[in-house]
């Protein structure tokens, strides 16, 4: 059955009786929306502004460089213990343990730059006295490689 020589109210009568309404009869192809219906397109609109900030606000997640972890400091406690040296510290200080990681009581953090891109014949190596990344030639470490990007700290 063809259906194109119908107007839209009558192709849909179930649609236009509830979403549409004809402003007169002359202008049978010009729809508005029923006041009633703006509510929900509004709440629709909110959400998918919600949606588009959540979207964005994860993708900067990934942004982030630095390297650090979170502990549960449990209320009333007066120290607390460096899990990588076994170290005693109290509440409220900072140290840099042993594996070059800037911690407090509630967690720890890289206290250097991670090289991330750098040539393919060199390597990067973590020297843990000066807490930083040595990138040299694979083949001889004397030689030191140019690093590009860095990340962390």
Known sequence: MDLDHLLPQQKYPMVADTLFKRESPQNYNIFYLLPEHLSN??????????????????????????????????????????????????????WRNSNCLDCTCSGCCDSFFSPTVFPDDCVAVLDLEACEYIVHKKDDPSVICPVRVKKGK
Do not use: F, I, Q
Request: aromatic share 6%.
């Open 41 to 94: 397109l509004t709440s629709l609109t909110a959400t998918m502004k919600y949606l588009a900030l959540a979207v964005l606000l994860s993708s900067l997640l990934s942004l982030s460089n630095a390297a650090c972890y979170v502990k549960r400091v449990e209320p009333g406690l007066t120290h607390c213990l460096d899990e990588v040296d076994k170290t005693w510290h109290a509440v409220g200080s900072t």
